[in-house]
């Protein structure tokens, strides 16, 4: 059993999935049980030195904890959890002055050698995410300061326990400053000030530094990786941002001696780097990252506290900076119905921003609107105050039931360009799409997603009930033409020629007179919430057959073709395989997927089908779990759907059934107001 006098670890949530064992509050002033064997203390803490001195004169052997590499979301000194420990009975990773399970641990170069291909993985996942020990920053965007030659000298807190025993002080930041100045005469240089130091929680080194022509002092908030990304060199003393400039492949320069010093890997400048190399020897940087974050490093699950890896945690991290990133400021959401306001809320809401639903708000730093018609509502006041206005609507995996039978929605997507279903201008998603290169991890989630969707029939509503094809159809081309709203924005701003179901039915069965057509309308326009209904007489003069509460999927997997304005179930045509026609411009037409009736100039780019899948279902939306409203990935959300009973499509017939459906309405707004 591990005993622990201190409070501050005590505290540690999950302590005990840490620690893998059980473990004991303790007091100096009360004697100790016989079961405790261990001491755990927190790395070389002066707090540290009367346990350790009791523990050593009783017989029982010190554990010292310190945090993981990749530790919060947000930064321990603003009370944010930790989801990684280090656990070491040797001594603690920063002390340079005697080997740490951690340099055994980097000795050991087979164990870490077979752990290569996970490490070069998360170090990947790492860089090209953007993440880091805190992961609270935003990404920096190169400004006034920006030049093409930046060496960068990173600062640390005011008596750092891993400054003091990585053998250096105050002198050595000097020293190290002077360096970077004398051996870069070309460049600017940055220093980045500690996180804590610009949380006023602690002081620097250079904390009294004033800027100059040629040194800049970094005094933003940025996220590590994106910063490294414009910068040529890095000097640190004893930093874990040193071995972040590594994974990033920058060369690095160390004044200190930290864990990744020594290795071959670093030019190392202190005046015992010699013996420190001797004791050391050699390592790729795979097998320090193989021995730092994926043995010596222990984690928990952020959700469950339940022992992890450290791509779960890495998943997670991720995931949470996505949703809180771009929603950072005051935002200002103004005019929304009760339901709108209801469901926008946990799709907007952070830890860190700040949410008003006002009809005006001086504060503000952008104006969040639903669709274009928001837009059009709020556009003249935003600009009045010189706020960007986001767009919010519907993800294209919502629910289990209709959006206007107030059903809560699993996605929204936010749109700071324009919004998707918009072809007369740029969105989000449509950069994204003329941007894409996927990695081979990225196609391979994008395959994983197709499969997943296709094999439970997933689609946006997941209502209606089994199809199948009438007898008269066989042996004829089965076409499927999906009926849309009339009065949608997509209609309204992707349509050119034919913006009507009856224009789009009546166009469908002229090019194609021997083909068998099976008109399938809106369910909104089915069950009386919206407009885009078409007279018996035209569905059976143009039409051979009409599907109307049958399950879209079904539907075009029976058929050979989908022939579509603006709907999405061409985009869930492709996904199962379909030749798709599209006589609007919807957001999946224009990439050489699909056959155009129109061009876009704007979308340059030949996509593959999991180009699509990624950016538009992984890339594009958020996804809230409905329960802890926070959120979740794209695979959490299709499993919700899958396990989620199909809701069923009530036709209104008389006044009964609209008195039904008022009565569900109402039940579903109460539901959705208290749980949100």
């Not at 250079?206 to 910068?231: E, G, K, N």
């Not at 946006?460 to 007898?471: M, R």
């Not at 949608?488 to 020629?497: E, L």
């Not at 079904?554 to 006589?583: D, P, W």
């Amino acid at each position: 059993m591990i005993g622990i006098f201190s409070s501050g670890i005590w505290r540690i949530p999950f302590l005990r999935n840490f620690l893998a064992q059980p473990c004991q509050k303790l007091s100096l002033q009360r004697p100790v049980a016989d079961a405790v064997t261990t001491i755990a203390v927190w790395g070389y803490r002066p707090n540290t030195r009367q346990p350790v001195a009791w523990a050593r004169s009783v017989g029982k052997s010190v554990l010292r904890l310190e945090d993981g590499y990749i530790r919060s979301l947000d930064l321990g000194v603003n009370g944010a959890p930790p989801f990684s420990l280090v656990l070491d009975r040797l001594g603690i990773y920063y002390d340079a002055n005697r080997p740490s399970e951690l340099e055994k641990m980097i000795q050991e170069r087979e164990v870490n050698q077979r752990l290569a291909d996970d490490a070069k993985r998360a170090m990947s996942i790492i860089v090209e995410q953007d993440l880091s020990k805190y992961n609270q920053a935003p990404a920096f965007i190169a400004g006034a300061c920006a030049t093409s030659n930046v060496v960068l000298v990173i600062d640390q807190t005011l008596g750092d326990m891993s400054v003091t025993y990585g053998n250096a002080g105050p002198n050595n930041f000097v020293l190290m400053l002077e360096a970077a100045m004398r051996e870069n005469p070309g460049a600017v240089v940055w220093i980045k000030v500690h996180p804590d130091v610009l949380q006023g929680k602690k002081s620097g080194y250079y904390h009294s530094f004033q800027s100059t022509h040629h040194i800049h002092l970094m005094a933003d908030d940025v996220s590590p990786q994106s910063l490294l990304r414009h910068v040529s060199r890095v000097y640190v003393m004893t930093s874990q941002y040193g071995f972040e400039a590594l994974m990033a492949g920058k060369p690095v320069t160390c004044f200190g001696q930290p864990w990744y010093a020594g290795w071959g890997l670093t030019d190392d400048r202190h005046p015992q780097a010699k013996q420190l190399s001797e004791r050391r020897g050699n390592a790729t940087l795979e097998q320090l990252f193989a021995a730092a974050y994926l043995r010596y490093s222990r984690y928990i699950h952020p959700l469950t506290g339940e022992p992890a890896t450290l791509f779960d945690v890495l998943h997670w991290i991720q995931l949470q900076r996505n949703y809180q990133l771009p929603r950072i400021g005051h935002l200002w959401a103004p005019g929304l119905s009760m339901w709108k306001y209801t469901i926008l809320k946990p799709f907007l809401r952070t830890a860190t921003n700040t949410l008003s639903f006002s009809k005006s708000n001086k504060l503000a730093t952008a104006c969040v609107v639903w669709g274009i018609a928001g837009e059009q509502r709020w556009l003249e006041k935003a600009q009045a105050q010189q706020l960007p206005v986001w767009r919010m609507e519907d993800g294209f995996l919502r629910s289990s039931g209709l959006g206007s039978d107030l059903m809560p929605p699993l996605s929204l997507v936010l749109d700071k360009r324009g919004i998707y279903y918009d072809a007369t201008r740029p969105s989000d998603l449509e950069v994204l799409l003329n941007e894409s290169e996927l990695t081979d991890a990225q196609c391979s989630r994008a395959r994983k997603v197709h499969h997943r969707l296709v094999n439970n029939r997933i689609s946006k509503y997941n209502l209606g009930v089994d199809f199948t094809l009438p007898a008269d159809s066989k042996g004829k081309r089965v076409l499927l033409v999906p009926g849309q709203v009339e009065n949608d924005a997509s209609i309204q701003t992707s349509t050119f020629t034919i913006c009507t179901n009856r224009d789009l039915l009546r166009t469908v069965r002229e090019r194609n007179p021997a083909a068998y057509i099976i008109y399938k309308p809106h369910p909104d326009v089915v069950v009386g919430n919206r407009k885009g209904h078409i007279t018996d007489r035209e569905i059976n003069q143009y039409a051979d057959y009409q599907a109307l509460d049958a399950d879209i999927i079904q539907c075009i997997q029976v058929s050979n073709e989908v022939h579509t304005m603006t709907s999405l179930s061409g985009f869930e045509a492709l996904l199962h395989g379909k030749r798709v026609y599209c006589y609007g411009m919807p957001f999946y037409a224009g990439w050489g997927l699909t056959y155009d009736e129109h061009d876009c100039f704007r979308r340059v780019k030949q996509l593959g089908l999991y180009d699509l899948i990624y950016q538009a279902l992984i890339a594009y939306p958020t996804y809230i779990h409905p329960l802890r409203l926070d959120a979740i990935s794209v695979e959490e959300a299709i499993e919700i759907l899958i396990n989620t009973p199909r809701a069923n499509m009530v036709i209104d017939k008389n006044w009964r059934d609209r008195l039904m459906r008022m009565g569900k309405k109402l039940s579903m707004f109460i539901k959705v107001k208290l749980a949100f």
